[in-house]
């Protein structure tokens, strides 16, 4: 009878200081998440700053979609949403927009498609569906059906397209495949040699895809400096209120630390190039 | 304290203490029901039963409700699901119906035609492809079946829908097919086991009288056992309805209502069903406007697996007079 | 021909039977020959698609399936095609596993004998039976999406985190408590069958010893039924790992298991992961992911974790000779 008790008081203890004493070695965490073309960025950058902290601060990044970020810091369920556009209305209220780099947008197709320019109402007659065939559009040998590819609707890269390169217009979807994430389009144009869409430069300026250019414009990270292409923006951190605490120490990182713009600087435009002044 | 919890329980508690811990499951039902109603209000307050018909594309529908603030207008909420009902109810349909023909048909195989051998090995195959999960399955469409078919699908027809929908394999086709793989397994046991339990008088009376042994089966077991089949495909309805991964993977994403009017293109549109529009937008619970839809969404879908289990309990009753089993 | 040849024969052999020709195969009629015909077709098309279902991931999972797989963690997302493994997966499915049947099985032979031992009052023992099947019968997906509305209440922020809005409501223990409810059906189902079955002679025994009923229930009973048990949770732990809405919707989708602050166990349980089921949704082309070898890897190996607790489904049923309820009768 008496070991079974001892047992027992040795268990309850056992939970008790299980839960009590490692408190002292947990490691704060930020939680992020929204745009997946600035994921790829999101990643090297919370990785580097959480060696940089000695690991005491971990990060954990989801994707979802530039919309899902806003929504999601705009209710609190997570600390920085990540954007690839701008402000809205309709966004939640109160929400500050950081910059951090610059990026572009590509009309991108099959690399057994290679179109090497298309003017903007060309552009505009593809993605809003009034032209349906390869035959109608000149610098094309096909003559098959346009398999047009986009972004669903929560994506910032769509909304970056949509007010730049299609000049405010919409892409129309169906007859458009939604995909959820430039991951996904990108595979959906490598893979059918019908396709067309567009793409963040992270994932189009490949050699696995043909970077189409606009209206005589190449895109291109140089084009993108100096905004002679029109189809650029700026990914942004967005938090509840203005920045502060933790996430406002990592975002003022990303915003002037030199090993920040290292990273910026191998696939898209840290915010300290601008557009040179002329004269 | 421990004493009394050791010392050997009267009846009296013992038949308390058992009975709350299995009222827990009905508690837990009510409360589920409760928190999807409540989580669905917002919807059902602005739109009423217009949310049930047809209101444009369900898509462009959903992607506005991620950009809306905290404060939404009435208007925010207007949605029309009537073409995810729709693929819901396609899909469904054409699978159970697939399965139920094939599942008769292995069941009167396995009960009478099969060599001893054959039936040995039928039961742990029918096991195994009933414990698959769905998402192997899934796997299966989305890697193979949809590139096949996309594969079949000819420039014309491609080119024949062109100005309203994209076609790129997956699909009514491919889903329906998948359905019914995942959903024949559980029919087969379930008829299997009916089929089995009918006594062998009533057959052997049958093939005495002069039947074939095909005839006896189908003229007086099937009859015998329709309680059963109406309790399996009420079984298999549900879990088709409510499968939402295979169909979010395999049914080509975009909610569109397949026209059958449109020949063998049909078998290749894309659609949506409900629980799969559910998994699509998960992420984006934390908009307001979207999260009361899909909580709307999931209430239908609760509210119709009721009504599955009470009409399958309803058409049972008069044929229980058979008193075969289940 | 038969019965002509026992007429000649003497009569030291008993007669050969014959079957006569009426219900000789080709004397059906045409429509009756087709049934007979689909019915075997059906038949062995399911085994073939089962065999077409196994070969695949087989062959599939010996072209990208390394043991460093199984041993590595996952790499970050953007490089999935080319490297890391899936163990935390693993680790995520394993201790799901864990926590849902930790719940369901003692909730499902509760319930169980309950219903059949006790049962009164009978509306009660009638609605909790519904209950049951209510719950069978539930779309995974709403009872994910119930899981979030009710755990994202401030109360329950102890179970995963807390966050301005409320609780993050997505970790191990909450879909741990959803998950569970998809296998409570089949340890209940099973453990009824087997409790009906048992003989009321071995009850009665019990008591003529002066048991009380709960006694005899612990110690004579529910040992009897020790097998059914098993088998049930073993179905039921089957349909936990196979499932995958719960898991997309409540256990944060994060790739690697994120422990939460504080304690080595209750941390883990308190954060987010994955599992096989939401690595190989995401690693297809409905995820995110861009790595199909991987999803194919993963899915491989999920199935050959199937298939053992299938065959452990079997051998279970064979332990120490047949269950209680098929041996003689008491006293015959």
Request: charged letters at 15%; proline letters at 6%.
């Amino acid at each position: 009878m008496r070991r079974p008790r001892r047992l027992l008081a040795f268990a309850i203890a056992a939970a008790v200081l299980a839960i009590t004493v490692p408190v002292a070695f947990a490691a704060q965490i930020i939680t992020l998440s929204g745009a997946t073309a600035s994921f790829p960025l999101l990643e090297q950058l919370t990785a580097k700053y959480a060696t940089l902290q000695h690991n005491k601060i971990r990060f954990s990044v989801s994707q979802g979609g530039a919309s899902v970020g806003i929504a999601d810091v705009g209710a609190g369920k997570v600390d920085i949403g990540d954007s690839s556009r701008g402000p809205q209305a309709g966004d939640p209220p109160n929400l500050y927009f950081y910059p951090i780099a610059k990026y572009f947008v590509c009309v991108v197709t099959n690399k057994s498609n290679p179109i090497a320019n298309l003017t903007e109402s060309q552009v505009q007659q593809i993605f809003e569906g009034k032209v349906r065939n390869w035959s109608q559009v000149s610098g094309s040998s096909l003559s098959t059906t346009i398999d047009v590819q986009s972004r669903t609707s929560v994506a910032g890269v769509l909304t970056t397209f949509q007010n730049t390169l299609l000049g405010g217009g919409k892409v129309a979807s169906p007859p458009a495949t939604a995909w959820a994430s430039e991951g996904l389009e990108q595979q959906a144009v490598e893979k059918d040699p019908n396709a067309i869409g567009f793409l963040s430069d992270y994932f189009a300026v490949n050699n696995k895809l043909n970077a189409v250019a606009y209206n005589g414009t190449a895109c291109s990270v140089a084009n993108a400096v100096n905004e002679t292409y029109p189809g650029w923006s700026f990914f942004y951190e967005v938090t509840k209120g203005p920045k502060s605490g933790t996430e406002g120490k990592f975002i003022n990182w990303i915003q002037t630390s030199k090993p920040a713009k290292k990273i910026i600087e191998t696939n898209w435009i840290p915010l300290t190039i601008t557009k040179p002044v002329s004269g | 304290m421990l004493d009394r919890i050791r010392r050997p329980w009267s009846d009296r508690r013992a038949e308390l203490v058992l009975g709350a811990a299995a009222c827990l499951l009905a508690i837990g039902i009510v409360t589920m029901i409760v928190f999807v109603v409540r989580g669905a209000w917002p919807t059902f307050s602005h739109d009423g039963f217009s949310w049930l018909g047809s209101h444009g594309s369900v898509d462009s529908r959903i992607g506005a409700m991620q950009n809306t603030s905290a404060n939404p207008a009435a208007s925010a909420y207007q949605i029309g699901i009537w073409p995810l009902i729709y693929g819901t109810l396609l899909s469904a349909g054409l699978a159970v119906a697939l399965a139920l023909a094939v599942a008769l048909a292995a069941s009167i195989f396995i009960v009478d035609f099969a060599p001893p051998a054959v039936r040995r090995t039928m039961t742990p195959v029918i096991r195994l492809l009933a414990a698959v999960p769905s998402v192997l399955y899934g796997l299966i469409g989305v890697l193979l079946l949809v590139p096949f078919t996309n594969h079949l699908v000819t420039q014309q027809q491609k080119a024949s829908v062109a100005y309203v929908i994209q076609l790129s394999g997956g699909g009514v086709a491919v889903v329906v097919l998948l359905l019914a793989v995942m959903i024949t397994p559980i029919m087969t046991a379930l008829i299997t086991d009916a089929l089995e339990s009918v006594p062998r008088p009533w057959r052997e009376g049958a093939i005495a009288l002069g039947l074939n042994p095909l005839r006896a089966t189908l003229a007086v077991s099937v009859r015998a056992i329709r309680p059963a089949i109406v309790g399996a495909v009420g079984l298999a309805t549900a879990r088709a309805i409510g499968e939402a991964i295979v169909v979010s993977m395999a049914s080509g994403g975009a909610s569109f209502s397949p026209n059958p009017t449109d020949g063998v293109v049909f078998w290749f549109e894309p659609f949506e069903t409900a629980a799969s529009t559910i998994v699509r937008n998960a992420d984006g619970l934390s908009a307001p406007v979207l999260h009361s839809t899909l909580y709307a969404i999931a209430a239908l879908l609760l509210f119709s697996s009721f009504m599955l289990s009470l009409a399958a309990y309803l058409v049972k009753l008069p044929l229980r007079r058979y008193q075969v089993s289940n | 021909m038969a019965q002509s040849e026992s007429a000649q024969a003497p009569q030291l052999l008993p007669p050969r039977r014959s079957r006569g020709r009426r219900s000789s195969l080709f004397s059906w009629r045409a429509r009756d020959q087709a049934v007979f015909a689909l019915a075997w077709i059906t038949g062995i098309g399911l085994c073939l698609v089962v065999a077409a279902i196994v070969l695949l991931f087989a062959t599939k999972g010996f072209d990208y399936l390394r043991p460093d797989l199984l041993f590595s963690r996952p790499s970050a997302a953007v490089n999935q095609a080319q490297s890391g493994g899936f163990l935390d997966p693993i680790e995520g499915t394993v201790m799901l596993g864990i926590l849902g049947l930790a719940i369901a099985a003692p909730l499902g032979v509760i319930t169980a004998v309950w219903v059949v031992e006790y049962g009164r009052p009978r509306w009660l023992s009638r609605i909790v039976e519904s209950a049951v099947e209510v719950i069978a019968g539930t779309p995974d997906v709403v009872l994910a999406i119930f899981g979030l509305a009710l755990f994202e209440l401030g109360i329950f922020a102890p179970l995963s985190f807390s966050s301005p809005g409320g609780a993050f409501g997505r970790s191990f223990l909450t879909s741990g408590i959803i998950v569970s409810a998809v296998a409570i059906p089949s340890v209940y189902t099973a453990t009824r069958n087997g409790l009906i079955a048992t003989p009321r002679q071995l009850r009665e025994a019990s008591y003529a010893l002066g048991k009380t009923r709960i006694a005899t229930i612990r110690r004579v009973v529910l040992p009897a039924v020790r097998r059914d048990i098993a088998t049930g949770a073993t179905l039921g732990l089957g349909r936990i790992i196979g499932d995958t809405a719960i898991v997309i919707l409540l256990l944060g989708a994060t790739l690697r298991t994120q422990t939460e602050s504080g304690t080595p166990l209750l941390g883990l349980l308190r954060g987010t992961g994955s599992t096989l089921t939401s690595y190989i949704y995401n690693n297809s082309p409905s995820g995110e992911g861009n790595a199909p070898n991987k999803a194919y890897a993963a899915a491989a190996f999920l199935l050959l974790l199937i298939l053992l607790l299938n065959w452990g489904v079997g051998r279970i049923g064979r332990i120490g000779g047949p269950p209680i309820h098929e041996e003689r009768r008491l006293g015959a």
